[in-house]
């Protein structure tokens, strides 16, 4: 296991990469719970591939 610091900066680097997938599609001005939560699936499906 991290350090704290190790654990906020890796729940930084999730945010901004959250906010970089969000921003992809600048058509879509709100998104809805549902697709929130698929987008955080993608990410984490994604991540687990690296």
Do not use: H, S
């Not at 945010?15 to 955080?40: C, G, H, R, S, W």
């Amino acid at each position: 296991m991290g350090t704290e610091a190790e654990r906020q900066d890796t729940r930084k680097a999730m945010a901004f990469d959250l906010i970089t997938m969000i921003e992809e599609n600048p058509a879509q001005e709100t998104y809805t719970k549902e697709e929130v939560k698929k987008l955080i699936k993608v990410y984490i499906q994604t991540a687990d591939q690296k």
